[in-house]
């Protein structure tokens, strides 16, 4: 879900192969290292990496609670109607879309902090799922997204889910999911980054102000990667995970692209110590394991199988269940709903 791999105006054609090749794992494989490439494509675009003094300085003096702070006097910019995602259910559900100020954009595109809403109960002593996708989500996604949402609704949840920068309503016309985001400059990309967790932890502060019972949060490969660092910063229930990105340095510098940085005046010791900022893996859970589940793609060539497993021996993560498929294909696979629904009803 990073990299363009979910550029999900492809889902249909992978779909298509999927039917086709269900047992051909090389395809899945194929898929995301196209997204790999793709990814280097993007990097190398215009390439400007900034000042690499610049990078040190924020290095030095990055302090993830300070960076993203929200004060807890936290007021809607607009409420507006949402006339699109609705699920089928026979619960009452009052669809909004919800913005927040983000200075940290000054342009129209993205713009302000941006959450759809799917209502059921009254926010008071409500439990609240908020709802992390990855890069690419779009309107196509919700045919699959939809059906994590309806299980939610079915176990009395209210739900919040984040828009992220250059997607949906924040993105521009013409301009694929996601344009915008990643670029060769690595100190504008963890910026992005981190204000995402800043957007998110003032609907945090926003909803405990509005008492709720609890908050929980799904998170899928970039927005499991944002839901990580979230959870070092605030309290949540419960967590569930999809092909999470554990370390940024796997996707923004693949050892191809180096050169160009070393002939910038970058090192490699340098941008692996920056990525590390926003990379999960440095950054200690406060939620019990046995309240996290994590749903990984076998053949994942974006996020590494041996790192997922690897997280989840050392944070002693049982709910852990992987699937035949890559990184872009896994939610063709009937089991993750199903298995995500049956972690929710563990809960109880």
Known sequence: MFGRCLSLKRYIIYLLLFLTLTSCTSIQINIDKTSLKKNKKQILKDFSPGDPEDLRNYIENFDLNEKTFIPKSVELKSIKALNTWHIRTKKDINYKKWTFDSPFYNSDIPGDALFYVMQQKPWVNSRVILWIPGFGVSNMAFNFLKKFFTSEIEEGYNIVIYIPPYHMDRQKKGESAG??????????????????????????????????????????????????????????????????????????????????????????????????????????????????????????????????????????????????????????????????????????
């Open 179 to 348: 344009s915008g985001l990643l670029s060769s400059n690595p100190l504008d990309n963890i910026k992005k980054m981190v204000n995402s967790v800043k957007e998110l932890r003032t609907v945090y502060r926003y909803l405990e102000n509005k008492k709720v019972q609890s908050i929980s949060m799904w998170g899928g490969s970039m927005g499991g990667a944002f839901a990580l660092m979230l959870q070092s910063l605030e309290k949540f229930d419960h967590l569930s995970l999809m092909i999470p990105v554990l370390d940024w340095n796997s996707f923004t510098t693949p050892e191809s692209v180096l050169p160009q940085y070393l002939e910038a005046g970058f090192d490699k010791n340098l941008i692996q110590a920056a990525y590390a900022l926003i990379s999960p893996v440095n950054y200690k859970l406060s939620i019990p394991p046995v309240r996290i589940q994590i749903e990984a793609a076998e053949f994942d060539q974006l996020n590494p199988i041996k790192k997922t497993k690897n997280y989840c021996n050392v944070n002693n993560i049982k709910k852990f269940n992987i699937y035949p498929s890559g990184h872009a294909t896994i939610l063709l696979y009937k089991d993750v709903y199903r298995d995500y629904e049956k972690f929710l009803l563990s809960l109880q």
